[in-house]
Each structure stands twice: as C-alpha cells, then as structure tokens.
C-alpha cells in the first residue's frame, strides 16, 4: 500500500504558517453553512472522506446533518463556497469545567480543504487554548479517476512551538492512515484496503532513543444487492480458525457506493 508519504508531508511544509491567511480567504469565500452532531471519532464527521470505513468499523457513525442552524447543539460547521464545496470545516469539543460546573464548546480544530483536478487536499489546525497558539494538526489527500475515489490518506503529525514563536515537526513521529478502493464494471466499489502506519521514539535509555511502531493493513470485499446498496463485506484475511464470515450491514446504514 502506498501511503503517499512526501505529497502529505509537503502539505505540511506549504502551509505551516498560513492559517490567517487560509481562514481568511476561506471567508471571504463562504456562501452557505450546514451543521451536524456527532461523528467526532470521524475525520471532518459527516462529511468524512471515506465512504466506508463507518460501514466496515464498529462502533463508529458518521453523526447527522442538522436541518436548522442550532444554538448549541452541533459539533461541526462546514463552510461551502459558491458551488457547494466544503472550503473549511470547525471540529468542536465539549467539556466540563469543574471550577463553573457546567459544559463548554470550544474550537478544537479548523480544517481548510482545497479542490483541484481529481484530487482533494486539506490541512488542519489545532486551536490550542491551553498553550495559546494554533498549530498543525494533521494533513489529507483523495485522489480521483474518472469520478471515483481512489485513495483516501490522512497524516496526523504534532508540531511544536519554539521559544521565538517559530514551529517544527518530528517527521520521525506520525501516524498515517490510509485506505484504498476498487470498482467492478459495474462502478460499485468491490475493495476497499485500510492500512495504518505509526512510528515514534522509544527511549531505549536516558537520552537515547530508537524509532519504534507498526504498519498494519486489512482488505475487505464488499457485497451489493441488486439495487446497488453495500450490504455486506468480509475481510479477505486468512483466520486461524480457518472460519470466512460474512459480516452485515445494518439496515439503517445500507449505501451505494
């Protein structure tokens, strides 16, 4: 699997220090916003690039688009520009302040996505209130081919802030996501691959280190029926029992793709 390692971290490189001027610009370009609850453990929630991952993992949704603009009940604003892209996305967390004893929603992140021929890349930033500084957080990129979404990749990489206000990042300390998609004739997607690559250091002794992590990936054939909804998917890696499950979609989650 190719997890497209330099184009993410060229990401990084380009846009380290330009969050005033991508919120800015992104702004300016707002036309519409749409809200939805839910789907924090998502990259972006509902709106997240992978069209299946919610399908195939446990446990995880996608949350919901919120018909009315709330007053506080949402967890994202999705800001589109004139033809109804997503230019910039605002991923919220709530927490409970123990001194007041109430709840607050705070900006934890601010995703800026740009749109090109058959590709879409992004880079988000934290909103540290803790620290008080913005920061990257984690870049993405999907490339297309003749419409369809071929390659889904996420690196989330920490960056730090120097005593002069300068930042840097450990490229030696990342996790990559990445997934992967095939189509029968048909333009159904019958495989998808999803693969995971972590590396960071491990203090071997005092002031030394070793880089330590993993790279793990799984593939899945996908099953439709005759109206072209996902019903089904079974992992295509060997088990030690020697057992090759079909594992079901729910109802309320059945979706072409």
């Not at 001194?99 to 800026?112: D, H, S």
């Not at 992992?235 to 989650?253: C, F, H, I, Q, T």
């Amino acid at each position: 699997m190719d997890y497209m390692e330099q184009r993410l971290f060229d990401l990084y490189d380009k846009y380290l220090y330009s969050y005033d001027e991508l919120r800015k610009k992104a702004l300016a370009e707002t036309c519409y916003k749409e809200y939805s609850k839910g789907g924090e453990s998502m990259h972006r929630g509902y709106y997240c690039p992978s069209p299946v991952i919610d399908l195939v993992i446990g446990n995880v949704s996608r949350g919901r688009l919120l018909k009315r603009r709330p007053a506080a009940n949402y967890d994202y604003i999705y800001y589109l520009n004139e033809a109804r892209q997503i230019i910039m996305v605002d991923d919220f967390a709530t927490w409970k302040d123990d001194w007041l004893g109430y709840y607050k929603k705070t900006l934890y992140t601010r995703e800026f996505v740009f749109h090109g021929e058959n590709v879409e890349t992004s880079v988000e930033y934290h909103l540290n209130s803790l620290l008080g500084y913005i920061h990257m957080y984690s870049a993405s990129l999907c490339d297309y081919e003749a419409g369809k979404l071929r390659a889904y990749k996420r690196l989330i990489m920490d960056t730090y802030c120097r005593d002069d206000g300068s930042f840097y990042t450990d490229k030696d300390s990342f996790l990559f996501q990445a997934e992967d998609y095939e189509y029968d004739k048909s333009g159904l997607m019958c495989k998808f691959v999803w693969g995971e690559q972590l590396s960071f250091k491990k203090e071997t002794s005092p002031g030394k280190f070793e880089l330590a992590g993993y790279t793990r990936e799984s593939p899945y054939r996908l099953f439709h029926n005759e109206d072209g909804f996902m019903y089904a998917y079974k992992s295509l890696e060997p088990r030690p029992d020697g057992l090759d499950p079909m594992y079901y979609v729910a109802k309320s989650k059945l979706r072409k793709i």
